[in-house]
């Protein structure tokens, strides 16, 4: 059953289809059957996803794409689940209708955020939902400038910190324009190794909660035994 990762974040700009695109390849560079989920109005990662079958040939991307209405997500996700391994949606800016559906639907939740006073305020609204939701949530610092006191800053302000960053690195944007991601163009760039910590700290964090349920059920018996 597929692991469903949604990226939301309420300001728009924080680079949330450069984190969906980047994990997406990450996961599939593993061996996982990975499907990306584009109910984003703007469709960044659908224009994103249409260069890379022009360059890679249609069928060939390495990942299932689908774009909708966030509404349908429920049953696209439904469908998805059967089929691959890892699931990531990139959702619309705002807490509406539609971003509160692809976080109900996760598994875990990703929240990019820019080292500015704007990007931190602008996530209370999605950590406030996932919460009330019971789904994990890692914010994720994004666009990091090298020794940036600002950063170090913000990070102090912020609760549910993932322990990887992203730095303001060219390749980030770069790779996206052919269609592909640092990892495949650079695998042994600073911006693909930032990805590939990123990827571990998922994986780990994905795993930690498959192993809860069995946990739980296993002190459940003994009280009652």
């Not at 959702?91 to 955020?113: G, K, N, Q, Y």
């Not at 549910?160 to 690195?169: I, K, P």
């Not at 998922?202 to 739980?216: F, I, Q, R």
Request: aromatic share 4%; glycine share 6%; with cysteine.
């Amino acid at each position: 059953m597929a692991k469903v990762i949604t990226i939301a974040q309420q300001k728009g700009g924080a680079g949330k289809t450069t984190l969906a695109a980047h994990l997406a390849v990450a996961l599939a560079q593993k061996g996982n059957r990975v499907a990306i989920i584009d109910i984003d109005p703007q469709g960044s990662l659908t224009h994103w996803h249409r260069i890379r079958e022009e360059k890679l040939g249609e069928g060939y991307t390495g990942l299932v794409f689908s774009a909708l209405s966030g509404w349908r997500i429920g049953s696209e996700v439904s469908r998805l689940r059967k089929q691959c391994d890892f699931i990531v949606i990139d959702s619309p800016p705002h807490t509406e209708t539609e971003a509160r559906t692809a976080i109900r639907a996760a598994d875990l939740i990703l929240v990019p955020v820019q080292p500015s006073p704007t990007d931190v305020w602008a996530t209370k609204a999605t950590l406030d939902l996932a919460k009330a939701e019971k789904i994990p949530v890692k914010v994720v610092l994004n666009r990091v400038p090298a020794s940036s006191r600002l950063a170090q800053t913000i990070a102090a302000e912020l609760t549910d910190l993932a322990d990887a960053t992203l730095g303001s690195r060219v390749l980030f944007a770069s790779s996206l324009l052919e269609g592909r991601t640092a990892t495949e163009l650079e695998p042994t760039s600073p911006a693909a190794q930032e990805v590939k910590t990123l990827i571990k700290e998922v994986l780990a964090l994905v795993k930690d909660k498959d192993e809860e349920a069995p946990a739980k059920a296993a002190k459940k018996e003994l009280a009652e035994a």
